[in-house]
């Protein structure tokens, strides 16, 4: 399962939900007819009326919810969908949970280490990798990326000059 987005708050008095998808391009949602919602520690299942995707937000109605005092207590829980529902990705896009586990190589061939983690700073996201001991972060951003190589399980990066010693010497 892939974290889809969260519930932000009741939308109306009738049961409708206002939810922020956390995704490039939430139209591609839009006719949705299931999601898991975390609740409690587990995912259940939420049958979906219709969804109307919104320029701040997506407001959705689940079946069988029909008041707002049946949705407060799923304000800010994630929804969630399984991961073959996410649509493949080419070129030098990709998941973030894709890549965990490939290694970064920069473009003369020096190895950054296995892909630990992604911070996703809206400025500036960085891969987070581990060689041997050591932690090292570097910019996942389009100008640094070279090459996805997915059946290799490689990403290769141009960075600059010195950055790769300030954390592996």
């Not at 965990?100 to 473009?107: E, H, I, K, P």
Request: with cysteine.
């Amino acid at each position: 399962m892939f974290e889809l987005g969260r519930v932000l708050k009741p939308h109306g008095l009738k049961g409708d939900v206002a939810v922020r998808f956390d995704v490039d391009n939430p139209k591609r949602y839009a006719g949705l007819d299931m999601v898991w919602m975390a609740q409690r520690g587990t995912l259940v299942p939420y049958t979906i009326s219709w969804v109307a995707i919104r320029p701040k937000s997506t407001v959705i109605h689940f079946e069988g919810v029909d008041s707002a005092d049946a949705v407060a207590a799923m304000v800010e829980c994630t929804l969630h969908l399984p991961v073959d529902m996410l649509p493949p990705l080419r070129g030098l896009q990709f998941y973030f949970h894709e890549v965990l586990g490939f290694s970064l190589v920069t473009v003369q061939g020096r190895d950054l280490g296995e892909i630990k983690g992604v911070i996703d700073h809206a400025a500036n996201p960085l891969f987070k990798t581990m060689l041997g001991e050591k932690e090292g972060l570097f910019p996942m951003s389009d100008p640094f990326l070279i090459k996805v190589n997915r059946a290799e399980r490689q990403i290769v990066v141009d960075l600059p000059e010195g950055m790769a010693e300030l954390y592996f010497g």
